[in-house]
Nanobody, 128 residues
Framework: QVQIVESGGGLVEVGGSLRLSCSAS????????IGWYRQAPGKQRELVAG???????DYADSVKNRFTISRDASKNTAYLQMDNLNPEDTAVYYC??????????????????????WGRGTQVTVSS
């Protein structure tokens, strides 16, 4: 069972920086996709930045040129460097990962099935 753990959240002033880390354990295979989402109070969860299944990166317009996603060589640890933070970035940040499997709970999927995994989130608060 893949487990996702996030770290690095905290309280920062406007214009400051934080670096979030996401670590996946429980698998020896490279994750097929990994990314960061966030959810602010009263709002829906949204994609912040991620590596797609094809290996490209995707960013929300609101964080382009401020946030940078990266991953280590094993592909099972991802980072989110957040610079020039503003109060609108305040949210719980979640890491999400995907893993393509052929078998799941006793069922064989000849074309594979993507399983998704979520961490519990880390709070980021930007004070003005």
């Amino acid at each position: 069972q893949v487990q996702i753990v996030e770290s690095g959240g905290g309280l920062v002033e406007v214009g400051g920086s934080l670096r979030l880390s996401c670590s996946a354990s429980g698998t020896t295979r490279d994750l097929d996709a990994i990314g960061w989402y966030r959810q602010a109070p009263g709002k829906q969860r949204e994609l912040v930045a991620g590596f797609t299944r094809e290996g490209s990166t995707d960013y929300a317009d609101s964080v382009k040129n401020r946030f940078t996603i990266s991953r280590d060589a094993s592909k099972n640890t991802a980072y989110l460097q957040m610079d020039n933070l503003n109060p609108e970035d305040t949210a719980v940040y979640y890491c999400r990962a995907e893993l393509l499997v052929s078998f799941h709970r006793g069922t064989y999927y000849p074309e594979g099935r993507y399983l998704e995994y979520w961490g519990r989130g880390t709070q980021v608060t930007v004070s003005s």
